[in-house]
């Protein structure tokens, strides 16, 4: 059973609009989350997280929120790149002790230009 | 500063031979973990070394998968024998505080034929 959950597969948005992925949990005792970039053949980067205790962090074009509540997460990014086309991965852990960072499947994110 | 290198980046074998997969950290990052990805599926934890020392190996899939970490720098992850269902992508990936995010490698692409 999966416990970060990405259900859409796969995205397109145009270049300079905006791009929403996301993301939902199903473990209460996850309490940070992080959302990872990845190119073909390459490892996944980091790109941005939040803690539990915020519900918002922004970098540049890139914001995370956190809706406790509804356990669920959305990466915006804004304006949407073509180089921004990657799969995006959401990740989370599960607080002190625990150091296992669980994924869920991906988005592929395609920004035409 | 040189970021985590892993090698091979392909290896193919046939079922019942062993393979062994090796990383390379960040240098200084006393925590090093390992990561599988199987086809279609999310990424998923093996195991995780803060320096030498195994810190949890809950996700190590059975007794043919052993890592090791010899003076805490470089590790190495053997598969023995092999099996079809172990093919996929493995990434190592290392942080300097266990609370850090992760960097990852570009990954070892296992085949198993």
């Known amino acids: 059973d999966q416990q970060v959950k990405q259900n859409s597969p796969s995205l397109s948005v145009q270049e300079g609009r905006i791009s929403i992925l996301n993301c939902d949990y199903t473990?209460?005792?996850?309490?940070?989350f992080l959302w990872y970039k990845k190119y073909p053949a390459e490892g996944p980067t980091f790109l941005i997280s939040?803690?539990?205790?915020?519900d918002k962090n922004e970098d540049g074009r890139f914001t995370v929120f956190l809706n406790k509540s509804a356990k669920h997460l959305s990466l915006h990014i804004v304006p949407s790149q073509p180089g921004d086309s990657a799969v995006y991965f959401c990740?989370?852990?599960?607080?002190?002790?625990?150091?296992?960072?669980?994924f869920g499947k991906g988005t592929k994110l395609s920004v035409i230009p | 500063e040189a970021g985590v290198t892993q090698f091979p980046s392909h290896s193919v074998i046939e079922k019942g031979q062993t393979v062994t997969l090796r990383c390379d950290p960040i240098s200084g990052h006393d925590n090093l973990y390992w990561y599988r990805r199987v086809m279609g599926k999310e990424i998923k934890f093996l195991l995780h070394f803060v320096k030498e020392s195994k810190q949890d190996e809950s996700g190590m899939p059975n007794n043919r998968f052993l890592a090791e970490r010899t003076g805490g720098t470089y590790s190495t992850l053997k598969v023995q024998p092999a099996e079809l269902e172990d093919s996929g992508v493995y990434f190592c990936?290392?942080?300097?505080?266990?609370?850090?995010?992760?960097?990852f490698g570009n990954g070892t692409r296992l085949t198993v034929t």
């Open positions: 990936a290392s942080s300097h505080q266990h609370n850090s995010p992760l960097h």
């Open positions: 990740a989370a852990w599960a607080g002190a002790g625990s150091y296992q960072l669980t």
């Open positions: 939040i803690s539990s205790i915020k």
């Open positions: 473990n209460s005792m996850f309490d940070y």
